[in-house]
């Protein structure tokens, strides 16, 4: 599998520790590590199943689809790294957060001379980008932009290891549990707003543009939310993370989790039927049947009764493999009102130059985070 080949066999899985127990003011970031290439990755179980010669195929598929959206969008897995890093600081700036990059290595803060500096810092910033690109999980569905990330945040002296978190935005449960046995335990961030998704590849690089600020409007929301991780808000990372695993939970085993304190659960799936008990928020259960908007759940005692779809997390109620509904165009039109769409704005800069070709018409331009990055979630 092309998942295997990407990642390292031999990466440690180390334990994530996303609430960060002390807050940080000064971190120093490291050079932000990337794969060399951009992702456009869909996941034929076919392929995948002719072992050594499917891994091949897969490989070239890749390398192919790669190839042909940069002909069309530019140098984009440069610019995703250099966008995620200029939102990261701005976002870690805005929170009162001091920070600095000299595009040092990691471990080049431990060479020579150079350990002389990790005694004037708080803390050092790793972090790795996978995944950069376009996810579809089956040759049925569409193309999303995605991005897997990793992070840990270091005492310099003593190398302990005061954060660390690896979170995916836009790549599906089923991969996710593949990836798991590389790395341990990933978090997902979900979408804000209604993602953008191309129905096939030849959608993808018909519309660079659009499909370009998606992908760059996803790097910016994994940046936010990795700002939030280092800046200790963890009532947000921790219900962020209880709604995901809620969802993982009902893709995995039919898992389901009450999102309602006092939650009524009755003998008919009907609003006017007897009540038999009440479901705690928090509490899970596991669906066995579907009836309209009605579940028929097995309760952790062994019972079993009728739950209204309503009373759980939102997203954990649906198993993921079912065609999603189509979106209220009404709600999504308030959701906009609510929350305005992020796009990289372009700015010049002194001494910095890009080829013109990849930009479709865009001159000598640098991205930069949109400075309204604040009132967009994740």
Known sequence: MLLLLLCSCGL??????PLLETRIVNIEIAKIEKTKMLMIQQVNPVILAMGSSGI????????????????????????????????????????????????????????????????QMDAILKVELRNVGFWSRSPLEPYKPSIFVLAELIEPTTR???????????????????????????NMVPYAGNAESYKTFSKLIDNPE????????????????LAKGLNGETKFIAETYARSN??????????????????EIRTAPDSDSEVIQQLQKGDVVTRMQKQGDWYFVRLQDGSSAWAHHSIFVPGSE????????????????????????????????QNYTTDDSLWNGFSTHHILADPGFESVRP
Not at 91 to 118: E, F, V
Request: with cysteine; net charge positive; aromatic share 8%.
């Open 56 to 119: 091949l195929i897969d490989t070239a598929l890749l390398i192919h689809r790669a190839n042909r959206y940069t002909q069309h969008a530019g140098s984009i897995n440069r610019i995703c790294n250099t966008l995620f890093e200029e939102s990261l600081l701005n976002a870690l700036a805005q929170k009162g957060i001091s920070t600095s990059s000299s595009n040092r290595a990691y471990w080049d803060y431990y060479r020579g001379k150079q350990k002389q500096l990790t005694k």
């Open 12 to 17: 440690a899985k180390k334990p994530l520790q």
């Open 246 to 263: 809620a969802q993982i939970q009902m893709a995995v085993n039919g898992e389901m989790t009450v999102d309602l304190n006092s939650a």
């Open 160 to 186: 302990k290891v005061l954060y660390s978190d690896r979170f995916t935005i836009g790549i599906d449960v089923t991969s996710l549990q593949v990836m798991k046995y590389l790395f341990g335990d990933i």
């Open 318 to 349: 649906e198993p993921v493999h079912q065609p999603q509904a189509q979106p209220d165009n009404n709600k999504l039109a308030q959701a906009n009102q609510m929350i305005p769409p992020l796009k990289p704005s372009f700015q010049s800069e």
């Open 210 to 225: 659009q499909s370009r600020d998606a992908l760059f409007q996803t790097v910016q929301a994994a940046a936010r939310h």
